[in-house]
């Protein structure tokens, strides 16, 4: 195969940050080359260069043997690159067919000509081996994995070479990742190059054919083997030092008995999503929820902060009953989240660092009415230092944060105030492996300062290797609950596919 993409010594500069410093890239033709790092390697630098969302100082640029330097990303799309971020830019309340046209819709004096885009998108959709899908639908009202089906189409109405990929997996259950990879496999066979961006090392043996390593926003790796070469050597590459999913020391078996319960969940059911799940959660105890999605995980921890209110049973937290679809009392009594979706739901992106991890606790620092800023900054910072949050400065915008210090932004929101229970939902979700190990030591200090934790995770190795304890979730119900360490993956798994509590 012939080099599609050929990137040499790219350089991009911002103010008090090289976030590249000469990298190199190539892509051939119908090839998924993955591209990998840490958050903070340069990853999301290098494609929005590519994708035309940022010019870069230095190096070169081949696209097709000739020499591009895109302007914008209207320039790169029609150049045949198109990308598909992690966030897709879908707008809900249009169709199928204008979501996949939209920019470029086929008109004639002005007016749309709807049956033949209708037509043409039923065309793209089919290609994916989507046909079935209506052009003609709200794309609001598709699941996540429609989505993505409805953002690779819009790709392919731009006649795209190159396809850049950020996290596609993220939002997707286990049979929709298989479908994924077909469609993948589809158009590399069709002579389309892939970009492949994941944090799932697992990912990149089943789908990948090369990989590119970047680390500190330089080339640590240009082009080797997805499947032959070693996992070890891919983490050394994006570490600089050896490094595995190691999970902090755990007290031992039976450490949290006779602790004060600070969660107890009685006879708790959510129509269409979970039925009489009970359970608690120790003062300094992690529980762990594993199961697929759809199994009711993440349903659970919003029922139990609030955001959802159930048909029946009861929450007590810290011996006091909490109201059902009160997040106000649960936050009162001491509860905290950090949701799945932190950008979206837990911060707010164009305020500063020590704004959003303060925001949870402005009463603390108010008198009569006014908020004295010096304690509030003072606060941020101490947390900012407590949690090692990089860089160091409470008055960054957050959005200019990697997602792993993003994530302990959450984090210590609650810790503003007196938090009794932490409620954490897939808490590395887009997080790479370096920056796990970081969050995995914050969760396990707060735990052993006594907060009580209760944790859902796609990965079975995160849940089995942080929690103490482990509930098993299939279709709503608990089908198993122990110590962590009478779990390993492979049967954690059966129980979890095949709903046989071993």
């Known amino acids: 195969m012939s080099d599609l993409l050929v990137m040499r010594g790219i350089v991009k500069q911002f103010p008090g940050v090289r976030a590249l410093d000469g990298v190199d890239l190539d892509v051939r033709a119908g090839e998924v080359h993955c591209l990998l790092g840490q958050n903070g390697a340069g990853k999301s630098t290098l494609i929005k260069i590519l994708a035309g969302a940022h010019r870069p100082d230095g190096g070169t640029m081949t696209f097709g043997g000739e020499p591009v330097r895109f302007a914008n990303p209207v320039a790169a799309i029609k150049a045949g690159i198109s990308t598909i971020y992690q966030e897709l830019d879908l707008v809900d309340g249009l169709t199928v067919a204008e979501n996949i046209f939209l920019g470029h819709e086929q008109a004639t004096l002005g007016f749309t000509r709807r049956g033949e885009m209708n037509a043409a998108a039923s065309a793209l959709l089919g290609r994916l081996g989507h046909g079935e899908m209506p052009p003609t639908a709200e794309v609001g009202a598709l699941p996540a994995a429609g989505k ?60 990948g054919d090369r990989v590119t390593v970047l680390k500190d926003g330089r080339t640590a790796a240009v082009g080797l083997p997805a499947r032959d070469t070693p ?51 120790r003062e300094g105890e992690i529980v762990g929820l594993a199961g697929l999605v759809g199994s009711g995980r993440s349903e659970i921890v919003e029922t139990v902060y609030g955001a959802r209110r159930p048909s029946r049973g009861q929450i007590v937290l810290a011996g006091e009953p909490v109201p059902p679809g009160s997040t106000t009392k649960a936050v ?62 409470p008055r960054r915008p957050v959005r200019t944060l990697s997602g792993g210090n993003q994530q302990k932004a959450v984090f210590a929101r609650w810790l503003v105030r007196d938090r009794r229970l932490l409620l954490l939902d897939e808490p590395t979700r887009g997080v790479d492996v370096g920056a796990r190990a970081e969050l995995y030591a914050v969760i396990r200090r707060l735990a052993d300062e006594g907060v009580a934790v209760l944790l859902v995770s796609s990965e079975v190795p995160e849940v089995l290797g942080l929690a103490d304890r482990v509930l098993v979730l299939r279709e709503g119900k608990v089908i198993h609950e122990s110590d962590a360490r009478e779990l390993d993956e492979s049967r954690a798994l059966d129980m979890i596919m095949e709903g046989s509590a071993l």
């Open 332 to 393: 009162r009594l001491g509860m905290g989240l950090a949701p799945e979706e932190r950008k979206s739901q837990a911060l707010l992106m164009n305020e500063t660092v020590g704004g959003n991890i303060t925001i949870a606790g402005l009463s603390k620092y108010a008198r009569f009415g006014w908020v004295d800023r010096r304690k509030e900054r003072e606060a941020a910072a101490d947390l900012v230092r407590a949690l090692d949050i990089r860089p160091p400065d």
């Open 231 to 281: 996992t070890s050597s891919i983490v050394s590459l994006m570490t600089g030092r050896e490094v595995e999913y190691v999970f902090p020391p755990r007290p031992g078996p039976g450490s949290h008995d006779g602790r004060p319960e600070v969660l107890k969940v009685e006879g708790l059911s959510l129509p269409g999503h979970f039925t009489d799940v009970s359970f608690t959660v």
């Open 148 to 207: 993505q089906i409805v953002s690779m189409a819009r790709a392919l109405s731009h006649q795209a070479r190159l396809i850049i990929m950020d996290e596609p997996s993220a939002a997707l259950a286990h049979d929709e990742v298989g479908n994924l990879f077909r469609i993948i496999r589809d158009l590399t066979a069709q002579g389309v190059a892939v970009v492949y961006i994941s944090h799932r090392l697992e990912e990149i043996r089943e789908i």
